[in-house]
């Protein structure tokens, strides 16, 4: 698992669906991936100008492309969105096994967008998202 599928889930939280975004080759060898693919997927939506608290605030989930190696320190991977704190570009980096499984699920990113009307949660399996709601029982 190396390099990139060319896969980032783009999911709309509030119409509940989801579409795959395929950039171009000059996308990954100019932005590569993580932060600076986000920045720039970021900067293509509504994020610079959207209220930071606001469901226009996307919220991307980014890998690079050597997420899923064996390579040191390639088990990162990061949260990007306006941030509330200051109104301009905030991340968030964290490792574990989180980004090589989104690798191995297919997808080199998650782009979140619009909220859910209750509690749900994203599973992402072959390549495909899955919104479910959660239940109000008890």
Known sequence: ????????????????RQ????CDNEYWLKYIGGSA??????????GPVADPLSPSNPLL??????VGTNFPGSSRFV???????????????SGGF???????????????????????????ENGQAKLIAMSAEK
């Open 61 to 66: 989930v980014m890998t690079g492309p050597l």
């Open 19 to 22: 579409d795959v975004i395929r």
């Open 1 to 16: 698992m190396s390099g990139n599928h060319n896969r980032i889930l783009q999911v709309d939280l509030t119409a509940g």
């Open 98 to 124: 989180f980004g090589a499984q989104l690798k191995k699920a297919g997808c080199d990113g998650i782009v979140l967008l619009g909220k859910c009307n209750r509690p749900s949660y994203l599973v992402v």
């Open 37 to 46: 693919l986000a920045a720039r997927l970021f900067a293509d939506t509504d």
């Open 79 to 93: 949260m990007c969105a306006r941030s509330p704190l200051t109104g301009i570009w905030g991340e968030s980096t």
